[in-house]
C-alpha cells in the first residue's frame, strides 16, 4: 500500500511485478536469457534487468531481440557502475534496451558509492541515489554491508541497478496509459520528456536527460529516431574500410524530415552532415541513411554520428552513435 509512511512504493505502484531469480550474487548468462525468454513467453510488456556482463553473449542477444520483436517487451538494462563506457556490458549495450545512467538527489552525476557507466548508449538517466540513499527491499542472502540494512525488510542500495527500475516503472506507467505503444515508441516517449541536464542537448552521462515519468505520459506521438548501424562503439580500419554505411529509422506521426550528420567525438557540434542523395521527407525503417567515406575523416580515434528525426528542427528526436577509426 502506498502513502501509508511504512516502507517503500514504486513508481508504478499498480504494475503486477513477476521476480524470476537467475543467480545468487553472480548470475548466469544462461540463465539471465532464459528468464528474459520466460518473462517475454509470460505476458511481461516491461523487463528490467538491473545486471549486466562484458561483451555481447549470442545466447543474450538473441534473448533481447527476441523478446522486444516477436513479444514487443520494452527492455531496460542498467549501464553499469564502473565508469567505463556501458557500451562494453550487455545487455546496456544491445540496440533494443533502454539504457540507463544513475544520477542522485541534486540531479548530478553520482559519484560517492558508485561511478555509473557513460556512453553514447545511454538513452536517459535516472534516480540511482548516491551514498546508499535508494531504500529496497532486503536479500536475505545478503550480508550487511556496511550497515546497509534498515530495519529488518529493507536494505540502502544505489547505483544503476536503482536507477534501472525507475525507468521500467515509468515504461509501465506509459504502457498503460498508451498500450497501442510499441517499444520504440515507449523508449521515444521516455528520452523526449526527460529532463535535460549537463550538456546542453544529449550527451555522453545523462543521455537524453533525466527521467520525468509524468512528462512521458504527456506526447501520444513522439517522433522516433533510432540509429541501428554502425553499432554504438564499432571499430573501423582506415585502409581495410574505405565505407562506413548508417542505417537507422525515422518515423512517427506528424513526421516531416531527418537528418544525418557525424563529427569527432572531442566537438560540441556535429558539424557535418551526411548528404545520402535520398528524399528526407520520407520516413525510413531501417534504410540506409547515409555513407561516411573513410577518407573524409583526418584523424584516427572516435567519432559521434546523430540521426535527428521530427516534426521541427526544435521538436526533433536524437539517436546517437559513436564509431572508433584506427589506422592497424
Ligand atoms: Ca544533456
Redesign the pocket.
Known amino acids: 500500500m502506498a502513502n501509508n509512511g511504512i516502507g517503500v512504493v514504486g513508481v508504478a505502484n499498480q504494475a503486477r511485478v513477476m521476480n524470476l531469480k537467475v543467480g545468487s550474487s553472480v548470475g548466469d548468462v544462461n540463465a539471465c536469457a532464459e528468464a528474459i525468454m520466460y518473462a517475454a513467453d509470460n505476458g511481461a510488456d516491461v523487463i528490467n534487468c538491473s545486471w549486466g556482463c562484458l561483451g555481447k553473449p549470442s545466447v543474450l542477444v538473441q534473448a533481447v531481440e527476441s523478446a522486444y520483436c516477436f513479444h514487443g517487451c520494452v527492455i531496460v538494462a542498467a549501464a553499469g557502475n564502473s565508469d567505463h563506457n556501458a557500451n562494453r556490458y550487455c545487455p546496456a549495450n544491445l540496440k533494443e534496451t533502454i539504457t540507463v545512467s544513475a544520477t542522485n538527489y541534486s540531479d548530478q552525476r553520482a559519484t560517492k558509492s558508485y561511478r555509473s557507466n557513460w556512453g553514447t548508449i545511454v538513452d536517459v538517466g535516472a534516480p540511482g541515489g548516491d551514498d546508499w540513499d535508494i531504500l529496497s527491499l532486503r536479500n536475505w542472502y545478503v550480508a550487511n554491508p556496511q550497515g546497509r540494512f534498515v530495519g529488518e525488510l529493507y536494505y540502502a542500495e544505489d547505483g544503476t541497478s536503482a536507477a534501472a527500475p525507475h525507468v521500467a516503472a515509468a515504461a509501465a506507467l506509459v504502457l498503460s496509459y498508451r498500450p497501442s505503444f510499441n517499444p520504440e515508441q515507449v523508449r521515444q516517449a521516455i528520452r523526449k520528456s526527460a529532463v535535460?541536464?549537463?550538456?546542453?542537448?544529449?550527451?555522453d552521462f545523462?543521455g537524453h536527460?533525466r527521467l520525468d515519468a509524468c512528462a512521458a505520459l504527456l506526447d501520444g506521438n513522439p517522433c522516433m529516431a533510432l540509429l541501428i548501424q554502425p553499432d554504438d562503439g564499432e571499430k573501423f580500419i582506415r585502409g581495410e574500410n574505405e565505407t562506413i554505411t548508417v542505417r537507422g529509422i525515422a518515423d512517427g506521426a506528424g513526421f516531416s524530415y531527418w537528418q544525418t550528420d557525424y563529427d569527432v567525438k572531442t566537438s560540441n557540434w556535429f558539424c557535418r552532415e551526411l548528404d545520402c542523395g535520398y528524399d528526407r521527407k520520407y520516413w525510413y525503417y531501417g534504410g540506409e541513411m547515409g555513407t561516411i567515406y573513410v577518407s573524409d575523416l583526418e584523424q584516427d580515434g572516435e567519432y559521434w554520428i546523430r540521426l535527428m528525426a521530427g516534426r521541427t528542427a526544435k521538436r526533433s528526436m536524437t539517436s546517437c552513435r559513436l564509431l572508433s577509426l584506427r589506422n592497424d
Open positions: 535535460d541536464l549537463g550538456q546542453p542537448g544529449f550527451d545523462f536527460g
